[in-house]
């Protein structure tokens, strides 16, 4: 595998996991790994996603940073899945884009955000969509901030 593969599966960890890390903390709790992992299109063993929780989380504390992390989901990326993942994630993103205008709204994000994570409250939604649309135009491209 060559670096830009490396660099491309990072870029798509770093973005699934500051999606999650919605308090912007450094953290996410790992009972949201297998949500990431879902929205990334990964397929994963259950029993194999929760030993490499363990043995990432060794305090118990139920969250980790993102090296560790990084640890778990870089298991289950096989080694052209990068580019499919990149792929599956514009597809995801082309749904919700109906008109085929390349971006979709805040508001949309915000629909999407609390389908994958329903504990989310209004005023986290909206510090994410504030940190994502910095210019303030009420859209998002997928080559944004971002997915």
């Known amino acids: 595998m060559n670096n830009s593969d490396d660099e491309q599966k ?3 960890i770093r973005k699934a996991f500051q ?6 903390t450094g953290f996410i709790e790992t009972v949201k790994i297998a949500t ?17 929780i ?12 993102f090296d560790r992390f990084c640890d778990i989901a870089i298991h289950f990326l096989e080694e052209d899945d990068a580019e499919s993942t990149q792929q599956e994630l514009k ?11 390349g971006y979709i709204t805040t ?5 999407i955000l609390r389908a994958l994570d329903d504990k989310l409250t209004g005023r986290e939604l909206d510090g994410i969509i504030a940190e994502i ?3 303030g135009s009420g859209t998002v491209d997928f080559d944004g901030k971002c997915l």
């Open 91 to 101: 597809e995801a993103f082309r749904l919700y884009d109906k008109e085929g205008n």
């Open 107 to 111: 508001g949309t994000l915000k629909e």
């Open 133 to 135: 649309d910095t210019d």
């Open 10 to 12: 990072m870029a798509i």
């Open 54 to 65: 363990r043995k990432n989380d060794p305090e118990h504390s139920g969250k980790v940073n």
């Open 19 to 24: 999606m999650f890390d919605t308090g912007k």
């Open 36 to 52: 990431i992992l879902n929205t990334m299109g990964q397929l994963f063993d259950e029993g194999e996603l929760n030993n490499l």
